[in-house]
Nanobody, 123 residues
Framework: QVQLVESGGGSVQAGGSLRLSCAAS????????MGWFRQAPGKEREGVAS???????SYADSVKGRFTISKDNAKNTLYLQMNSLKPEDTGMYYC?????????????????WGQGTQVTVSS
């Protein structure tokens, strides 16, 4: 089992930045893939970014060049640096972990999820 707790969400204006954090605990060594996913009201959950324990990353086209996923293994913490935020980035952001095909697009395969942190971007 892996426990995940997100933080860092908030309300910003378009063009602003936020940094999300996800603290992991439990059997973290069993999960070599971690990722960030989001869900806007009335929409399906979608992948944002993922990172493999070996360092490989993947990003949704909509966030490439603006978002950066990283991980501090010593702290068991996952990050998502979000720059140049747009109103369409608004949603609940979740982190997830598992030993699955590691890609932002494979969110349905992840078993371990946090409770989410809200990001609201106003125009």
């Amino acid at each position: 089992q892996v426990q995940l707790v997100e933080s860092g969400g908030g309300s910003v204006q378009a063009g602003g930045s936020l940094r999300l954090s996800c603290a992991a605990s439990g059997n973290t060594r069993s999960s070599f893939c971690m990722g960030w996913f989001r869900q806007a009201p009335g929409k399906e959950r979608e992948g944002v970014a993922s990172i493999h324990s070996e360092g490989r990353t993947s990003y949704a086209d909509s966030v490439k060049g603006r978002f950066t996923i990283s991980k501090d293994n010593a702290k068991n913490t996952l990050y998502l640096q979000m720059n140049s935020l747009k109103p369409e980035d608004t949603g609940m952001y979740y982190c997830a972990a598992d030993s699955v095909l590691c890609s932002y697009s494979t969110w349905r395969l992840f078993r371990y999820w946090g409770q989410g942190t809200q990001v609201t971007v106003s125009s």
